[in-house]
């Protein structure tokens, strides 16, 4: 590839459309309602619901404006569905994804929902069967966007030689892209390595410190420019000194302020900026 940026662009993140979440969560009672704020996030009290009619709307919503607006491609920052056992909600991803135009790629994140909360070796081959790889990287117009699979850096304890693999993919990717003088480059990831501040402790959101600083320093090193993750269901910002930690709210059920909606991308040579953009709740 020509590692010159020919060409400024855009590209779309979403993230968490997750089918079957708002019926997860309707019907909370207020003790879980009130142990959810614990962990700051904001479960609305709904009457118990099944199915994924809600999470429907919004996509193909969702879908029909980025067929508008003709972005390079869709990156998925993962939980596609709530259920990796449920194949009802996989399949209507799937239907929904199809009507994106050809034109626009979907770059698939690996997220905890999609390899069933738990990373083992068969929980992770099953994603790959339906999702392909879950570490690779693609380049457009002299930049270098990297997908990873956070779920290796959040728990590799069953799959230890995963945290490996990955940190060796990551390593000679960004090196190669170093060599190349690529523009800009992007990490895709479902968790947020940070939400605050690089240096802060360990949660059930962010990559663990221990492996969050080989990451970043990996990423430093790299001189990348920004991040774009999930998994929170809210918006958030943060920096580490020229990288842009973003966490975006969900197209499905959020758990913050923000409303459902996906991320405009724009990239130009000296920058990357981007616009959270709430899905239209007019009629189609
Ligand atoms: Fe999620």
Known sequence: MTS????DFIFVQMTDVQFGMFAALSGADKQRIEAAALRRLIIRPSPKITGFVKETELYTRAVSEVNRLRPKFVAMCGDMIQDSNDLAQLEELRRITDQLHKDIPIKWVAGNHDIGNRLTEESLRQYRDRFGADDYFFDLHGSRFIVLNSNIAFNPSEVPYEWQRQLDFLDSTLKEATQLGV????????????????????SHIVVPKDRRKIMLDMLQSANASAIFSGHWHRNNYAIDGNIQMVTSSAVGCPLGNDPSGYRVVSVTRDSIKHKYIAIDEAPI
């Open 4 to 7: 010159k940026h020919s060409k």
């Open 183 to 202: 523009t800009h480059i992007v990490l895709f990831t479902h968790h947020p390595l940070f939400v605050d501040d690089p240096d802060e402790e360990d």
